[in-house]
């Protein structure tokens, strides 16, 4: 196989781990395979020198102190987007991924389909809005070889 099979490869496996574990729907597909190149241009290779395909067209180590969890809450700062004083200066938004033309986060507001582009956001990275609920689970542990949660 060669270099860029194997590269495609990684992308879609990766892609797919994040949808997976974000529990996004197939929808966001693009979003997804989009920060998955954004990473695994971030990640080093031995191929390289243990260098990151980011760093060899930079000349600088990326910056991993920016990555943040897909899929996960975030909370961007709107109050430049605001229309009046007293809306709101923030809501509950999807972590989407990074812009490729700002330094800054995309956000997807659900509830109005807006994707905001913002470099001040707060994250919960343990909360998922499209996560399953593990009471509805269709699975139960009685059924599965799985220890109890």
């Known amino acids: 196989m060669g270099s860029v099979e194997r590269r495609h490869r990684q992308i879609v496996e990766m892609g797919l781990t994040l949808l997976a574990h974000s529990n996004l729907p197939q929808p966001y597909w693009e979003d997804t395979f989009l920060t998955a190149t954004y990473l695994i241009n971030r990640l080093p290779s031995k191929v390289i020198n243990n260098k990151s395909p980011f760093e060899m067209a930079y000349n600088k180590k990326p910056n991993y102190l920016f990555l943040r969890v897909f899929g996960c809450a975030c909370w961007p700062n ?15 938004c999807i972590f989407l991924g990074y812009s490729l033309s700002h330094k800054g986060y995309k956000c997807l507001d659900l509830a109005s389909g807006k994707l905001y582009v913002y470099h001040h956001v707060i994250f919960d990275e343990s909360l998922f809005p499209y996560q399953k609920d593990p009471s509805t689970s269709t699975l139960s542990t009685q059924d599965s070889h799985l220890p109890p949660p």
């Open 78 to 92: 709107l109050r430049p987007y605001n229309k009046h004083k007293i809306d709101f200066h923030s809501k509950t």
